[in-house]
Antibody
Framework: QVQLVESGGGLVKPGGSLRLSCAAS????????MSWIRQAPGKGLEWVSY????????NYADSVKGRFTISRDNAKNSLYLQMNSLRAEDTAVYYC???????????WGQGTLVTVSS | DIQMTQSPSSLSASVGDRVTITCRAS??????LGWYQQKPGKAPKRLIY???SLQSGVPSRFSGSGSGTEFTLTISSLQPEDFATYYC??????????FGGGTKVEIK
């Protein structure tokens, strides 16, 4: 069955960096585009970033552009999010989600919490 | 950017009630819309895609309708396990996605 497992969250000071990982299993990872989506405590969902199946194309929300970098390693069935210059407003649960061509993401991981605080 | 306006933001209903949630897009998005259910502490679960197609394994009491700018999620007979927060998501502006603000369905 499809599984997505995020890791790498934690407490970091403003201005700091963190790298999130998402381990995929149960499907051919290299066939799918992937997204990161976040949810601030008690708030709604916000799309963060996208990467195509071959890594040839990436896209970012304006709120993270220039600070976050999405990448993937298809040989390792893994998705990453490098987060730099973190701000308090980046505090959220970060989910990785499997993309579907022509449709909304179908499978999501359980999420990893990132807290940016001094 | 496409904005998604979801209403109501919360509602109280009883088991057995018919519940309707609406999402309005700021511009036409064809049928490029999905609906998700999220329970506390859990990841969102996809219920509907292509505005009206039921995700495999989702009970038939859930249905979606609409096209263009107006979309509806209906729960025909609310069950105890349906109390949750529901979100619409547009993917017309792929790869950028936009979510509605969410609707919390609570027990009356």
């Amino acid at each position: 069955q499809v599984q997505l497992v995020e890791s790498g969250g934690g407490l970091v000071k403003p201005g700091g960096s963190l790298r999130l990982s998402c381990a995929a299993s149960g499907f051919t990872f290299s066939d799918y585009y992937m997204s990161w989506i976040r949810q601030a405590p008690g708030k709604g969902l916000e799309w963060v970033s996208y990467i195509s199946s071959s890594s040839s194309y990436t896209n970012y929300a304006d709120s993270v552009k220039g600070r976050f970098t999405i990448s993937r390693d298809n040989a390792k069935n893994s998705l990453y999010l490098q987060m730099n210059s973190l701000r308090a407003e980046d505090t959220a649960v970060y989910y990785c989600a499997r993309g579907v061509v022509g449709g909304p993401p179908d499978y999501w991981g359980q999420g990893t919490l990132v807290t940016v605080s001094s | 950017d496409i904005q998604m306006t979801q209403s109501p933001s919360s509602l109280s209903a009883s088991v057995g009630d018919r519940v309707t949630i609406t999402c309005r897009a700021s511009q036409g998005i064809r049928n490029d819309l999905g609906w998700y259910q999220q329970k506390p502490g859990k990841a969102p679960k996809r219920l509907i895609y292509a505005a009206s197609s039921l995700q495999s394994g989702v009970p038939s009491r859930f249905s979606g309708s609409g096209s263009g700018t107006e979309f509806t999620l209906t729960i025909s007979s609310l069950q105890p396990e349906d109390f949750a927060t529901y979100y619409c998501l547009q993917h017309n502006s792929y790869p950028a996605l936009t979510f509605g603000g969410g609707t919390k369905v609570e027990i009356k």
